[in-house]
């Protein structure tokens, strides 16, 4: 794990040097906070809930994590500086899991960011302290798989854009994949989209119906988007 340490602590510093994830973390915060707001719902049913919020974290994370990991591998390859990375002792899966840890701080600060609706919320009743923390547990696991989808693309590119477009796309359809399966598909195979839909399995998780399955499911899509990225990083090298 030192190597890993390594390049998180590496990564930390470099994104948190300019002014990119401050930015990102406050907009993140105000978007939903306005979102909330804007949408009523906050005041109307005045109950001590964050439904409201927890509905709109899926489609937010499609646009801010792209974002957040456009840059991880792609200003590497363009500045020519992933072959000094790569060099041993660290391994692949060794930057590629301390790029995971250092963007997965950033999605957790922009979680934080929203923390003042959990405040705003309690004032209206008893908040359900177990719900809320199961629905920003759930929120983590699925940023972090939006993350490592992210990572994937943006070690597959030297251009930032190209990165961040294509993990909005992939990321957003994702997120729409359980309206898809209740509009426009029926029998097993709308089943197999809902089991995929990943903020079905959140909305769960946000219920406060904690199953392991769902767990399961956001750790395995993390694990298998970082193992596509730790082969693409090992092609890259060995070409």
């Not at 060099?87 to 957790?108: D, M, Q, Y």
């Not at 629905?135 to 940023?143: E, N, Q």
């Not at 854009?161 to 909005?168: C, S, Y």
């Not at 994702?174 to 990943?198: K, P, Q, R, V």
Request: some cysteine; charged content about 15%; overall charge positive.
């Amino acid at each position: 794990m030192r190597e890993t340490l390594a390049v998180f602590r590496r990564e930390v510093k470099s994104l948190f040097v300019g002014p990119i994830p401050y930015i990102v973390i406050a907009l993140f915060g105000g978007i939903a906070c306005w979102y909330v707001i804007h949408t009523r719902i906050f005041f109307m049913v005045r109950q001590a809930k964050l439904d409201a919020l927890f509905g709109f974290l899926p489609q937010l994370f499609a646009f801010f994590i792209p974002a957040i990991a456009m840059r991880a591998w792609s200003e590497e390859i363009r500045g020519e500086t992933i072959e000094p990375l790569l060099t041993s002792p660290v391994r692949a899966w060794h930057a590629v899991l301390g790029k995971f840890l250092a963007g997965l701080v950033v999605v957790a600060l922009c979680l934080v960011a929203t923390g003042s609706l959990a405040v705003t919320t309690a004032t209206l009743g008893d908040l359900d302290g177990g719900a809320v923390t199961a629905g920003y547990v759930g929120a983590l696991l699925m940023g972090g798989a939006y993350l490592s989808v992210g990572l994937w693309l943006s070690s597959k590119t030297r251009n930032q854009i190209v990165a961040f477009l294509l993990g909005l796309v992939i990321c957003f359809f994702w997120s729409m994949i359980e309206n898809l399966s209740a509009s426009a598909a029926s029998g097993t195979f709308g089943a197999l989209l809902a089991d995929l839909s990943l903020s079905g399995r959140f909305r769960s998780i946000a219920l406060g119906v904690f199953d392991l399955r769902d767990v399961v499911f956001f750790l395995s899509v993390t694990a298998f988007f970082l193992y596509l990225n730790v082969e693409s990083i090992e092609n890259r090298r060995n070409a």
